[in-house]
């Protein structure tokens, strides 16, 4: 072999190696921007799941403001007393309108979620979103039947344990309770854990 063909020869595995280091460079590059972008969609969404826990107690505090639930609009043959009851339900309508931003959020985050950690990752989303529409529910329930009912309507003993029990059971959910009672909120706490296992897994590897 002469020197010309041992040069070639080093020229064409220097030409071998520089293409391969090339190659782990730009998978390592794509690994790297992928664990970042996880991680920062990760950061953002566990965020905006705590927020949405303290936009829960806002909505479901007990404690009421004066002129709290007037911005319903009105059917025209409501009676000053039925105005009342619907406006008190309202309450958790129209604080969710003030406090609906990190809720708007979370939805347009999903999408992404689901590309980057799977479709089972975005079960917690789910459950959050119906955690708010049950108390969409309760709230309607309250005004429109419960409440309404209470004082007004003629019950026999049996009729009257079950609708308070049932009433009760919607008051639950409308209302935040300081105790461990709250079964909504350890809902929503539950919730807020399984998005952490899921987050954790990429924010603690940084």
């Known amino acids: 072999m002469t020197l010309k063909d041992c040069l070639d020869l080093l020229q064409g595995l220097s030409i071998i190696i520089a293409s391969i280091v090339a190659i782990l460079s730009i998978s390592e590059w794509r690994r790297e921007t ?3 972008r996880k991680y920062e969609l990760a950061e ?4 905006t799941f705590y ?4 936009k829960f107690e806002i909505i479901r505090s007990p404690a009421g403001h004066v002129g709290e639930g ?3 609009k009105k059917n025209i043959n409501e009676t000053p007393e039925e105005s009342k009851i619907l406006d008190q339900a309202y309450v958790v309508f129209e604080r969710y309108e003030k406090e609906k931003e990190p809720f708007i959020k979370l939805m347009s985050l999903k999408s992404r979620f689901m590309v980057l950690f799977g479709k089972e990752a975005v079960e917690p989303f789910n459950e959050i ?3 708010r529409n049950t108390l969409f529910i309760a709230a ?3 005004g429109r039947r419960y409440w309404k009912d209470q004082g007004r309507r003629q019950f026999d ?3 009257f ?3 308070l029990k049932e009433m009760e059971k919607q008051e639950a959910i409308f209302w935040s309770d300081l105790s461990d009672e709250d079964e909504f909120k350890k809902q929503v706490d539950l919730t807020i854990c399984k998005i952490e296992n899921i987050c954790r897994n990429i924010i603690e590897k940084k």
């Open 34 to 36: 992928k664990w970042k």
């Open 161 to 163: 344990e079950k609708h």
């Open 70 to 72: 007037e911005t319903r």
């Open 157 to 159: 003993e049996k009729q």
């Open 140 to 142: 309607n329930r309250l």
């Open 129 to 131: 979103f119906k955690l």
């Open 44 to 47: 953002e969404v566990l965020s």
């Open 51 to 54: 927020d949405i826990s303290d």
